[in-house]
């Protein structure tokens, strides 16, 4: 079993920046691939970035590439997501979710553990 816990979220004026972070707790966090997922009202949940064990590989979402940072700490077990020039479509529940013993995915499907979401609202 992990726990994994998000905070960070907030409301922040479009063009700002947040830094969401993901504590983890339980099993050894080295052994999950790590990513982040969001929800935005009526929408399914999707893919934004995923993060290697080791932290040496990175992916992002299109929609989301070129202005954010996903990383990690494996000794603090917690997971990063810096976020830049927010838009107000990046208004959602943000969560983290974790993948044992397997690579990143933007499938949901392939994590086993997920937090409770943070909210991020970005407002004109």
């Known amino acids: 079993q992990v726990q994994l816990v998000e905070s960070g979220g907030g409301l922040v004026q479009a063009g700002g920046s947040l830094r969401l972070s993901c504590a983890a707790s339980?099993?050894?966090?080295?052994?999950?691939?790590m990513g982040w997922f969001r929800q935005a009202p009526g929408k399914e949940r999707e893919f934004v970035a995923g993060i290697r064990w080791s932290g040496g590989s990175t992916y992002y979402a299109d929609s989301v590439k070129g202005r954010s940072a996903i990383s990690r700490d494996n000794v603090k077990n917690t997971l990063y997501l810096q976020m830049n020039n927010l838009s107000p479509e990046d208004t959602a529940v943000y969560y983290c979710?974790?993948?044992?013993?397997?690579?990143?995915?933007?499938?949901?499907?392939?994590?086993?553990?997920w937090g409770q979401g943070t909210q991020v609202t970005v407002s004109l």
């Open positions: 339980g099993r050894n966090f080295r052994n999950f691939a």
């Open positions: 979710a974790a993948a044992w013993n397997r690579d990143w995915s933007p499938d949901k499907k392939s994590y086993d553990y």
